[in-house]
């Protein structure tokens, strides 16, 4: 258990930060890849930095071309071996953005064609109320 002197609480160890490399997928200087341990279509990714850090706007410019970087060399990888026809990518940066892990990471989730009814509005499906602009 991790004491985190901020909050005078006692935290779990962060599960990006004790990964074992048997799970890296691809790597950098400043980042990882690494597949979901709870993937919603096959080949979700999770892009990190090594430094742990809860939002991409507390990365340095290096961190953020290193995350870029592996984001870009992971959809080439997806797209060999999964032949997606899309892709979905996002980052829940803070609580109320539903981040639950609090170590920055890049969601890369691959698409195929009739995984849902109806694709259109992707992200904007966080509010579904507000998601079908078209109509």
Request: aromatic residues 8%; hydrophobic residues 40%; proline residues 8%.
């Amino acid at each position: 258990m991790r004491h985190d002197n901020n909050e005078n609480t006692i935290q779990p160890p962060c599960p990006f930060c004790t990964l074992d490399n048997s799970r890296i997928i691809l790597a950098n200087t400043h980042a990882l890849a690494i597949f979901d341990g709870f993937p919603i279509t096959p080949g979700h990714s999770l892009i990190m930095p090594n430094r742990h850090i809860a939002s991409f706007f507390d990365a340095t410019k290096e961190e953020q071309g290193a995350l870029f970087g592996l984001l870009a060399e992971m959809r080439l990888l997806l797209q060999r071996d999964h032949n997606p026809d899309g892709f979905n990518i996002g980052i829940n940066d803070g609580s109320a953005a539903g981040q639950t892990v609090m170590h920055l990471h890049i969601h890369l989730i691959p698409r195929y064609i009739g995984d849902v009814p109806d694709p259109r509005g992707g992200v904007r499906w966080i509010f579904p109320d507000k998601a079908a602009y078209w109509k």
